[in-house]
């Protein structure tokens, strides 16, 4: 038998098991949430630097996932789970931003990224994004790991979702941000959001308390809003006054 | 030059907003051994950081982080930059790096120091300098008298440093970077452009890099080397758009590396790529490069060079983030005289990370080749010793090579290769398969530092009989 036969069989086999492992049953359904939502790249250089890099895009499904995850890994009550879940959300601030998790491990030269912002990119639909806020540990030079959140803006200065209409992003960071990749002109993960269940997450005592924590922010805005309107018209009145004033002057004269 | 360090750091240091969560326990006991102990006492002995109202730092009793913490925002607040060095601001910003979280908490927020601080150091700072080097220790390869040396060596064994690399980059404006590689070769410097950012999002190098390996860009090889990536010397320009780029570069070979007006190797190499990705699933990448050589009536033509160009399509699908099915097809065209000849390539490649299998990664790659299918750059499974040579298709009519890793901690790490070449013309007793093994361990002592431990096995190389190797090589890898 010829090694191209061989080979083709030996293929074959592989591409069954690999059918089997992407399309297994519903009990690993949160471990492939899981998967699909952080996603992971390795590379090497012909000297024997590694670099792997992890993206995780915070979905809906994913943040569901990993609740129920580390509820069942530490035997959380629903309050402690809902009282995580709030935390999580809270520190995502996904009412402002999209985050995104970025982690390094980096087992070669040092990697200098500063500044940050200026080696990654967020492509959705036909408009690109760079960070509004990240993790200013990458602007320090690292070697072994290092992690943090980016975050993208969620709505445009009108207000629409930078989301609406997209079925998928692009994170594309630079090939040039270590010597391992510098033959690559970009190191891009993909995440189909589209594929997303969004109404799923916002279910629960933590929802309630995100909602109160946003009619909060709200509130206060417009309080400062009524608060600048009154000075306005204090001043208004108190010009008002001082012009009355003068005006009962000059008729007196 | 210092002063202005030194207040770029007091800016970002000290103008923080509002307290943030610690993720930490800050009463954690600080270990007297800690590098902070010692990074505070030289900051306050050279009178960069002095005064603490509350005592909370004596530089020689057991603390917590959260008491460390406390200690260095005091300090900061009345840290004397006028004493600072470079090396002071380095070691303040560690100090910041270490206690972030409990900085946080106490309302000096490392998260919103401002990116303009980072975009400012840079260019006070300078250059940036980062590099490797690796030193291999071989053992057992054939002396070339007796029995063959497929490995490289003089004589059975050999001690060096073979290979080192320093890498230094300045950003010159906004726009603006140079990035330059001093290496093995004459220690001079072999890589050396500019990276400049054009309107609508244009990027281009222009230099001489490294800038096309697109096989590696689809993950189409795992082992050695790209066939068809190689040094560019011109222009490169990348084009990004929502799912994919654009690629496009004229190459000219540099002048350093040729000998005379009538050199074989002068010539444009010209090339384009577009990378479409549908979506999470489903990429195609489209890629050509012609390579041609400059005519030239003073050359004899016997020994002239002829154009040939190289075009690929190559589409990958993702099962899962974890497992992938990656095909490619090749077709080359060599010009041969008056005629040219077209041979193809096709391969297939099953790769399946860990994360997906759990206790090893899995790459399965099958390629076959046309008679006279050439590799340009390099011979693709050559990590070790000398296995194939570049006239792929006249050898071999196909290949299948497997790698598998298995990361059993961040320190260690197992790996194994098997290659096996299909000879195109078995001749009993001349020519027969080429195969090639490895059994490796990686110990990673730090990050910057790693020991290999590598047997390798090669027999009929190039599918000559007979001509078999072995090794084992210790390799220590320094990064820093």
Redesign the interface.
């Known amino acids: 038998m010829?090694?191209?036969r061989?080979?083709?069989y030996?293929?074959a086999s592989?591409?069954i098991v690999?059918?089997m492992?992407?399309?297994a049953p519903a009990a690993l359904a949160d471990a492939?949430v899981l998967?699909?939502w952080?996603?992971?790249k390795?590379y090497k250089d012909?000297?024997?630097?590694e670099l792997d890099v992890r993206v995780t895009y915070y979905s809906a499904e994913y943040i569901e996932a990993l609740v129920k995850e580390e509820a069942e890994k530490n035997l959380w009550t629903a309050d402690e789970t809902e009282q995580f879940k709030y935390?999580l959300l809270s520190?995502l601030s996904l009412d402002e931003y999209i985050p995104l998790n970025i982690e390094f491990?980096?087992?070669?030269?040092?990697?200098?990224l500063?500044?940050?912002?200026r080696f990654v990119?967020l492509?959705?639909?036909?408009k690109?994004f760079a960070p509004v806020?990240?993790?200013?540990?990458f602007?320090?030079?690292f070697?072994?790991?290092r992690d943090g959140l980016v975050y993208f803006p969620r709505y445009d200065e009108k207000g629409r979702s930078n989301l609406e209409g997209v079925?998928?992003v692009?994170l594309?960071m630079q090939g040039?941000m270590s010597?391992v990749t510098?033959?690559?002109?970009?190191v891009?993960f993909?995440?189909?959001v589209a594929r997303d269940n969004p109404e799923a997450l916002y279910k629960g005592k933590a929802a309630a308390r995100l909602e109160l924590d946003r009619l909060i922010k709200r509130m206060d805005k417009l309080n400062a809003e009524r608060k600048k309107l009154e000075e306005q018209l204090a001043e208004l009145n108190a010009e008002i006054g001082t012009v009355e004033q003068r005006m009962e002057e000059l008729q007196r004269q | 030059m210092k002063k202005i360090l030194a207040l770029v750091a007091v800016v970002a240091l000290v103008a923080f907003a509002a307290p943030a969560f610690a993720n930490v326990n800050p009463f954690m006991d600080v270990p007297m051994n800690h590098w902070a102990y010692d990074a505070i006492g030289q900051l306050a002995a050279r009178g960069v950081l002095s005064g603490y109202p509350d005592g909370t730092y004596k530089g020689n009793q057991p603390m917590t982080r959260y008491e460390a913490a406390s200690a260095i925002a005091r300090a900061l607040a009345v840290v004397d930059m006028t004493k600072a060095s470079k090396q002071d601001v380095e070691m303040l910003k560690r100090l910041v790096v270490e206690f972030k979280d409990e900085l946080d908490a106490l309302g000096v927020k490392v998260d919103q120091i401002d990116s303009r601080l980072a975009v400012i150091e840079e260019r006070l700072g300078g250059w940036k300098l980062w590099g490797e080097f690796r030193y291999d220790a071989w053992f057992g390869a054939g002396d070339d008298v007796t029995e063959p040396n497929l490995y490289g060596t003089t004589g059975s064994n050999r001690f060096n440093v073979s290979r080192y690399r320093i890498w230094m980059r300045k950003f010159i404006d906004d726009k603006v970077t140079f990035t330059a590689r001093l290496g093995s070769v004459g220690a001079v410097f072999e890589r050396y452009f500019l990276t400049v950012k054009f309107p609508w999002d244009i990027t281009a190098h222009i230099g001489k890099g490294d800038w096309y390996d697109w096989e590696d860009e689809d993950g189409l090889y795992i082992d050695n080397d790209a066939m068809f990536a190689n040094l560019s010397t011109g222009f490169y320009f990348n084009k990004p758009f929502a799912m994919g780029n654009f690629v496009f570069f004229v190459n000219r070979p540099d002048e350093i590396n040729i000998v005379g007006p009538t050199s074989p190797i002068e010539r444009y190499d010209i090339g384009a790529r577009v990378k479409l990705n549908f979506n999470e699933q489903l990429w195609l990448s489209l890629n050509g490069i012609l390579r041609k050589y400059d005519s030239n009536v003073l050359f004899a033509p016997a020994i002239d060079q002829e154009d040939e160009h190289i075009y690929w399509g190559a589409v990958g699908i993702n099962f899962t983030p974890a497992i992938a099915l990656k095909a490619a097809y090749y077709a080359q065209e060599i010009q041969t005289g008056p005629t040219t000849e077209s041979p193809n390539s096709f391969q297939a490649i099953i790769d399946i990370k860990q994360d997906a299998l759990k206790f090893t990664s899995f790459w399965a790659e099958y390629r076959s080749f046309d008679n006279n299918f050439t590799a340009w750059n390099a011979e693709p499974w050559n990590l070790y010793g000398d296995v194939t040579g570049l006239n792929l298709g006249a050898d071999y009519d196909s290949v299948m090579f497997f790698y598998l890793k298995q990361k059993w901690t961040d320190q260690w790490s197992t790996f194994q290769r098997y290659f096996i070449g299909n000879a195109r013309n078995e001749i009993p007793g001349v020519t027969d398969n080429t195969t090639n093994w490895t059994f490796g361990v990686k110990y990673n002592y730090t990050p910057g530092l790693s020991f290999e431990l590598a047997y390798d096995k090669i027999e009929n190389s190039h599918t000559l009989v007979n001509d078999d190797d072995s090794v084992i090589r210790f390799r220590t890898h320094i990064a820093f």
């Open positions: 010829s090694l191209t061989n080979g083709l030996v293929l592989v591409l690999c059918l492992l992407a399309f492939k998967e699909r952080s996603q992971t390795s012909k000297e024997g630097a935390q520190g491990d980096n087992r070669g030269p040092t990697m200098h500063a500044p940050f912002d990119t492509w959705a639909g036909k690109k806020e990240y993790d200013k540990r602007n320090f030079g070697q072994g790991k079925k998928s692009r594309d040039s010597s510098m033959n690559l002109t970009t891009d993909i995440f189909d």
